[in-house]
């Protein structure tokens, strides 16, 4: 089979080493992905947004499966466009039509979506931006801290924890001014969550479903959870809290709340969905939905999938996943992620990135790097995934951590503490 994956990130090169060792891979392609990506597949520079630019490649280049990395191209209607193209409706697409995309585009719709299921979620009510009044007065329903949304995507910033009321009313009068522009014009304000968190994932094919495994990661840029909010600083899998009773307790409420609402409201769909999930004494709440893998989490999740992941998206792509065993390692996946200085404010670009090499035992997955010449150069703010595998999350974060002293450039930075708030858990 010929695969095709679409983004340019650590996720897309996560999955693009995944499916490279398939025996069912002929050839794989990566649009517009990255130096990493182009050691084990063939970049294509075309943009993802560009429907017909990445039909016109499916055609060219005999594409056999899509995977969406990225969330932009899905809640733009990627999918549906295949569909209604006879010249590629027979490629499979791994990822969500744009209705089922709204679990993600739109807060709204989800919190709506959770209500109707009676899926555990946070209380919550959605105002617009003429709303002002009646947003403000909302927030004296509430305990503080507030949880201010804004209802569409705002590239993973768009969502803000206020401890005090003032601030709450400031925050809302900043979105409803176009914060992130059309994103923030509808924003959703919700109770806090006092909890743990953990994502879950899930690729279905409409009916069925497979549980990946689960994952923490770590999104402040500082040491013990300080400082603004990143991409994701690092990841664990498995999490250790994550116990066999509380899964169950996550399927029986949640996952399979979800699937079945998906298909109850006629929404057909095939890919991933993530399930950002907060554990509050012992129960699972859901925080949000992704339609896509979350990065880091997908550096930390993919290596400890034992089972052939081109086979389970061929399958999810038949809707044939019913029978399907994922195998899973017991090992503990640690990653440690390497950010320009400055991130995630300011940052410069264009620093040589010296020390890449092949390390035995720890993967370097390529984020926000370029080749210049023979020289791999900065090019955005998370720049490198450091993934490594032990026995144990102490031996595990070791590996990631060696690598991330050797590998070097100008201005680098990287938390030192991912996994110090799970070791009093048992594993």
């Not at 991409?231 to 169950?248: E, H, K, L, Q, Y």
């Not at 720049?383 to 060696?402: F, G, H, I, R, W």
């Amino acid at each position: 089979m010929n695969f095709l994956i679409l983004g340019s990130g650590g996720r897309e090169h996560a999955i693009a080493w995944k499916l490279s060792q398939s025996h069912l891979l002929k050839k794989l392609y990566i649009a517009p992905g990255n130096p990493g990506t182009a050691n084990i597949g063939t970049n294509l520079d075309i943009d993802i947004l560009n429907f017909e630019s990445v039909k016109q490649a499916c055609i060219d280049h005999k594409i056999d499966i899509v995977f969406v990395g990225p969330e932009e191209p899905l809640v733009k209607g990627i999918h549906d466009s295949f569909n209604t193209d006879s010249r590629v409706k027979q490629v499979k697409i791994i990822g969500p039509t744009k209705n089922g995309a709204m679990l993600e585009g739109s807060k709204d719709f989800a919190k709506a979506f959770m209500t109707r299921h009676s899926i555990p979620t946070a209380r919550y009510k959605t105002f617009i931006s003429n709303q002002f009044q009646e947003a403000n007065q909302f927030l004296f329903e509430l305990k503080p801290p507030y949880v201010i949304k804004a209802d569409g995507l705002a590239a993973g910033k768009g969502v803000v924890i206020c401890n005090e009321i003032e601030d709450a009313k400031r925050c809302i009068q900043e979105f409803f001014s176009g914060k992130f522009g059309g994103a923030s014009k509808k924003i959703v304000i919700e109770e806090f969550l006092n909890g743990i968190e953990l994502s879950v994932f899930v690729l279905t094919d409409g009916k069925s479903y497979v549980i990946l495994p689960e994952a923490k990661d770590y999104k402040r840029i500082g040491d013990g959870d300080t400082g603004l909010n990143t991409g994701g600083m690092g990841a664990i899998s498995p999490v250790p809290f994550a116990n066999p009773n509380f899964m169950r307790k996550v399927e029986n409420q949640i996952i399979s709340p979800t699937i079945n609402g998906l298909i109850k409201d006629g929404i057909d769909y095939t890919g991933i969905i993530f399930i950002g999930l907060m554990k509050v004494e012992g129960n699972p709440y859901v925080i949000e939905y992704n339609v896509r893998m979350g990065d880091p989490e997908t550096e930390v999740v993919i290596p400890r999938i034992e089972s052939d992941l081109a086979e389970m998206f061929f399958l999810a792509g038949e809707r044939k996943l019913s029978d399907y065993k994922l195998n899973i390692s017991t090992k503990v996946a640690s990653t440690v992620i390497m950010v320009s200085g400055g991130y995630p404010e300011e940052y410069k670009k264009g620093k040589v990135i010296n020390g890449l090499a092949d390390f035995s035992d720890v993967a370097i997955f390529h984020s926000g790097t370029k080749r210049v010449g023979d020289a791999i150069i900065t090019a955005g703010g998370r720049v490198l995934a450091l993934t490594a595998m032990s026995d144990t999350m102490d031996e595990s974060l070791a590996k990631s951590y060696k690598v991330a002293n050797i590998v070097n450039f100008e201005g680098k930075y990287f938390r030192k503490d991912i996994g110090n708030d799970l070791k009093h858990f048992k594993h």
